[in-house]
């Protein structure tokens, strides 16, 4: 998803850069300001506010820790959860220390699966705090995957972390009544049930240069506002190709992203659809990826997708 589809936000990417790593976890504070263990770092600030963070003089920590500064009232965060979480992000290099992004500024937290695809320091960190709670996560070199040769080393990450919930419990695929809608030469099978739709987009038929949203299945839930984070399932392949890029149906799980992150063939094609509905969308390049060639999609391409809205929230 985050390849194929978004124009994402940097700051929640460094979750799904860095790969399993080593850590030492710091013993939890029950206060609103504390410092990470044998780091140094300070935050201040109340859980649901952008936190205020200072940095000690010196060269960073070359040994990933987190600490619980706000052990939060609500119910603990388990291996396997995922949690909702304000997040503000720093690169520690001893000299700038550059602030890399906040989700209270951009007001789009981010949905994190606490598994085996984050790194340890912050899987660690999450299971030690419950909901309302705030995290400190310093995650350095030990964390980060092996580097190539010639590639300069990732500085170290200094996260806040505050957990806002869990999302709501997602559908398992569309529901509601088939509309009879169409979209010329593409091609949708819905086999019914939680089965994965077929698209087929191999046609001699010229894609509009306009956006074209299809209602294939009409949702009964609530409809998507541009600000929320959606739960999706989706296939895209390419017009007139049929070559597919990205499926989260075949890789077994939805995706998680807030809908202001993606791009603009999607968050101006999902906007009022309601929570259920499974739609068919063909993307012109000016609302995808324009001449830019990206890893399997080629420079001005037409995309289609058909997505399945799982929740919004």
């Known amino acids: 998803m985050r390849r194929a589809l978004a124009v994402l936000a940097a700051v929640p990417l460094i979750f799904f850069a860095a790969a399993c790593g080593s850590d030492t976890p710091a013993a939890p504070a029950a206060g609103g300001s504390s410092?990470?263990?044998?780091?140094?770092?300070?935050?201040?600030?109340?859980?649901?506010?952008?936190?205020?963070v200072t940095f000690p003089s010196g060269s960073p920590a070359t040994k990933s820790s987190f600490e619980v500064l706000t052990a939060g009232t609500g119910?603990?965060?388990?291996?396997?959860?995922?949690?909702?979480?304000?997040?503000?992000?720093?690169?520690?290099?001893?000299?700038?220390?550059?602030?890399q992004g906040s989700s209270y500024d951009t007001k789009a937290p981010e949905t994190i699966p606490v598994n085996e695809?984050?790194?340890?320091?912050?899987?660690d960190g999450f299971t030690k705090v419950k909901h309302g709670g705030r995290l400190l996560a310093v995650m350095a070199g030990d964390s980060a995957?092996?580097?190539q040769q010639g590639t300069p080393p990732q500085p170290t990450k200094v996260f806040v972390?505050?957990?806002?919930?869990?999302?709501?419990?997602a559908l398992k695929a569309a529901t509601g009544k088939e509309t009879g809608d169409k979209l010329k030469g593409v091609k949708v099978d819905n086999p019914g049930g939680e089965k994965a739709p077929t698209l087929t987009t191999k046609t001699g038929d010229k894609p509009s240069k306009e956006l074209v949203v299809k209602t294939l299945i009409k949702g009964t839930g609530e409809k998507v506002k541009p600000t929320q984070t959606l739960t999706v399932h989706y296939t895209g392949k390419i017009w007139g190709t049929d070559k597919e890029f990205d499926s989260s149906w075949t890789r077994g799980e939805p995706a998680a992203f807030p809908l202001a992150n993606v791009i603009q063939g999607w968050q101006k094609g999902l906007a009022g659809v309601p929570v259920?509905?499974?739609?068919?969308?063909?993307?012109?390049?000016?609302?995808?990826?324009?001449?830019?060639?990206?890893?399997?999609?080629?420079?001005?391409?037409?995309?289609v997708f058909v997505v399945d809205i799982l929740s919004a929230y």
């Open 117 to 123: 695809q984050l790194p340890q320091v912050l899987r």
């Open 35 to 52: 410092s990470a263990a044998g780091a140094g770092v300070k935050v201040t600030g109340e859980v649901g506010a952008k936190p205020t």
């Open 161 to 169: 972390l505050d957990v806002v919930g869990a999302p709501p419990v």
């Open 145 to 147: 995957p092996q580097q």
């Open 276 to 303: 259920g509905s499974r739609v068919v969308m063909s993307i012109p390049p000016d609302l995808g990826y324009g001449a830019q060639e990206q890893q399997g999609i080629p420079a001005n391409s037409t995309l």
């Open 75 to 99: 119910p603990a965060v388990k291996a396997g959860d995922k949690v909702i979480v304000n997040l503000t992000v720093y690169n520690w290099d001893g000299q700038q220390n550059a602030f």
